[in-house]
């Protein structure tokens, strides 16, 4: 009798055992399974991973698709693009309007006499050679001018050299303002042209 108690308790104290380290082992999965769910599973990292990525390809193929503003080439204006507010309009170069201008005719009334390179018309200076240092040769045609106008300057005398130009080459001390001398090979020349009041073309530089 004593024997089976003995047996008995010794049975409760057995499953009592088997009982309390079930209670752990399921305590233990329980604790690790806990300490798991906060972290992800692989299977949750690659669909994470899967996403982002194809976020990001979409955000790659919509910067692709999005074009850089062109530039506008060079001397064209964009008609879009209105000046800012206090700026004005770019003025023309004034240097380029006026090299433009430069070459062209106007006409001045002038005092035109004859002359040639003798004594009587050159002075001291009848030695062939003009106040720019052009040495005269036959059949020249030139004029002499005020220094307003520079050596160089064409011009147009009518009734001189077949109303072709001629370029200013000599100074004289008679000669101010609107006066020019033309020149003559010989002395009669000169005198047969005389003095004329007429308008003559000139060329600006």
């Excluded at 009798?1 to 003995?6: C, L, N, Q, W, Y």
């Excluded at 990001?56 to 530039?71: D, F, H």
């Amino acid at each position: 009798m004593a024997r089976r108690i003995v047996k008995g308790f010794g049975g409760i104290f057995l499953n009592r055992t088997n009982l309390m380290a079930v209670i752990c082992i399921l305590s233990f999965v329980a604790g690790v399974a806990y300490t798991k769910a906060g972290r992800p599973t692989p299977l949750f990292n690659t669909t994470v991973t899967e996403s982002d990525a194809d976020t990001q390809t979409s955000l790659n193929e919509t910067e692709i698709k999005i074009e850089p503003e062109q530039p506008i080439a060079e001397g064209i204006t964009n008609p879009d693009v209105s000046p800012m507010p206090g700026k004005t309009a770019e003025k023309p170069d004034s240097n380029k309007t006026k090299n433009e201008q430069s070459g062209q005719w106007h006409t001045v009334r002038m005092r035109v006499t004859g002359y040639c390179p003798c004594s009587k018309c050159c002075g001291k200076y009848a030695d062939g050679i003009t106040a720019c240092g052009h040495k005269i040769r036959p059949g020249d045609t030139f004029v002499a001018a005020d220094r307003r106008y520079s050596f160089g300057t064409e011009m147009v005398i009518e009734g001189y050299n077949n109303g072709q130009p001629i370029k200013v080459l000599d100074r004289g001390g008679a000669i101010r303002g609107n006066k020019l001398d033309v020149f003559f090979h010989t002395h009669k020349e000169a005198l047969q042209w005389g003095v004329k009041y007429i308008n003559v073309k000139v060329r600006s530089k």
